[in-house]
């Protein structure tokens, strides 16, 4: 087998992934064993090894203790679709993270209050150190987990008021913005910067993916008045979302 100038472990990888990108290793097929891929290549243990950790980083396959490595089965990616946010009466946690109405979504929270640290307090324009009401989602979809989110919002602004714990009292699972509304804050903006970074181990293990695996990050604040009120960061597995954003033109 010909190949080229890369290095020989990417060049196996490499021809291993066109095997399972094209069906020839279908879903839940064995990989060839570490001797079979040196046997093959004509490489070293050492570089079937390497070729095979290539495959494992990209999601491609698994390792199941005792019995091999196995090709993985696909997720088809789910689209998050941002179209803007709802108007009063009609915004919840879920919608407000999923904007598709096509699925239908659960979910659940919990709320402290905590110290801001310094990448919160410069989204939130607060002192490091000013209390916020931090509030962890895990959303599901169709009973399975999405995504999870982590809201901050400065006590300085709902402390003491109905409006405090977001999924307790009068307006208890209603979005920010209707609950900003009911002490007298209208929220006019809200930014939302997108990035990727390796998965925490305890984030895969809640969404079902493998630690170290990329994951969606959309950083989301809203504003009223130019003053933040809110911030958030909504985390998703990469590969099985893509962010799709629907803005209307004025």
Known sequence: MAFGDQPAYLRVAGDLRQKIVAG??????????????REQYGVSDTVALEARKVLMAEGLVEGRSGSGTYVREQPVP??????????????????????DDRVKGTWESRS?????????????????????MR?????????????????????????????????????????????????????DNVTEEVSARPGLAEEALTLGGVPGHCVLVVSRTYL?????????????????????YHLPVK
């Open 112 to 132: 402290e209050q905590v110290a801001a640290g310094a990448e919160v307090a410069r989204r939130l324009r607060i002192a490091v150190g000013d209390r916020v």
């Open 224 to 244: 009223a008045g130019g003053c933040p009120v809110e911030t958030a960061d909504i985390v998703m597995l990469a590969e099985r979302h893509r962010v799709a």
């Open 24 to 37: 020839e290793l279908p879903p839940h097929t064995r990989l060839p064993s570490q001797a079979r891929i």
């Open 135 to 187: 509030t962890g989602y895990l959303f599901r979809a169709a009973g399975e987990p999405a995504m999870l989110s982590t809201s901050w919002e400065p006590l300085a602004v709902t402390g003491r008021t109905p409006v405090m714990l977001p999924e307790e009292g009068p307006l208890a699972g209603k979005g920010v913005v209707e609950r900003m509304a009911a002490i007298d804050l209208i929220v």
């Open 78 to 99: 789910r689209a998050l679709v941002r179209t803007g946010y709802r108007s009063v009466g009609d915004s919840t946690p879920f919608r407000q993270e999923q904007a």
